[in-house]
């Protein structure tokens, strides 16, 4: 209520005692008409005797006229004052509340901007994670399928090993020379059998002295057991796998031709 209490009505003065929480005196000051400006010439006793208010009611109607008073004074003190000032002062509150808005509808915009960032970082992130677990799957089927290899290998070398015999580890030297590259190891050609020499008649004392009969003798056993050597070693040359005929005849010479001259030697009789 701005409008000062001298113009309040007797409906308006109603009102107000029931703000002051007088409410239940409303009837009486109505039936005494009781308007505003009566209200501003009443005395503590007209109150109380006149109105039958108590005396504290009537204390607390007096100090309310005057604090209204005082509201409606300090009103029309800021009405009258520079009113230019206070409608600067409300322009620059309207443009900050402008400027609040434009703030807030920018800052919105941006909130929706990074919203739609943020779900595109999810999809992508989700997409990677898939890309990542079956590229895992994948490697993890790679691995299996190496490692089934691996057994495999391990079972085959392991089938090998057994089926071939294992060399026994030669000794290791200070210095090794370089290897010479082996050669295959060739089967001992057979010793043929030292053929008997021809049983020779026995000499005649009465015809044959003793210095005339000599048999075959050392050089003669050699050129027969050499030429039979080497008739066998051919043969066996020819039959063994990396042996030539030749190679066996030659050998095979040798050995006649040292067993022939043997049994001449032992044969020779002296009479």
Wanted: net charge negative; charged share 30%; glycine share 8%.
């Amino acid at each position: 209520m701005s409008d000062p209490i001298s113009s309040w009505n007797v409906d308006e003065l109603a009102i107000w005692l029931n703000c002051i929480g007088l409410s239940s005196k409303i009837e009486i000051f109505q039936e005494n008409a009781v308007d505003g400006q009566l209200l501003l010439s009443l005395t503590k006793e007209e109150l109380t005797e006149d109105l039958g208010l108590s005396n504290l009611q009537a204390k607390k109607v007096l100090q309310r006229i005057e604090f209204t008073q005082q509201v409606q004074q300090l009103g029309e003190d800021v009405e009258r004052s520079d009113s230019g000032a206070a409608a600067a002062e409300v322009e620059e509150l309207e443009a900050r509340l402008e400027e609040t808005d434009i703030a807030r509808k920018d800052l919105a915009d941006v909130v929706e901007e990074q919203k739609a960032q943020i779900s595109d970082l999810e999809q992508k992130l989700q997409a990677t994670l898939e890309e990542t677990d079956t590229a895992m799957k994948d490697m993890t089927d790679l691995v299996e399928e190496q490692k089934a290899q691996i057994k495999y290998l391990e079972e085959k070398l392991r089938a090998t090993l057994m089926d071939e015999p294992v060399l026994p580890m030669e000794p290791e030297t200070e210095l090794d020379p370089e290897p010479e590259p082996e050669e295959p190891e060739e089967e001992p050609v057979p010793e043929p059998e030292p053929e008997e020499p021809d049983e020779q008649p026995e000499p005649n004392p009465e015809v044959y002295d003793d210095d005339d009969y000599h048999g075959p003798g050392m050089i003669g056993g050699a050129a027969l057991g050499a030429a039979g050597g080497a008739v066998k070693g051919a043969i066996i040359g020819a039959i063994l796998p990396g042996m030539e005929a030749g190679d066996g005849a030659a050998a095979g010479a040798a050995a006649g031709a040292f067993s022939g001259g043997m049994s001449g030697l032992r044969g020779r009789r002296f009479r």
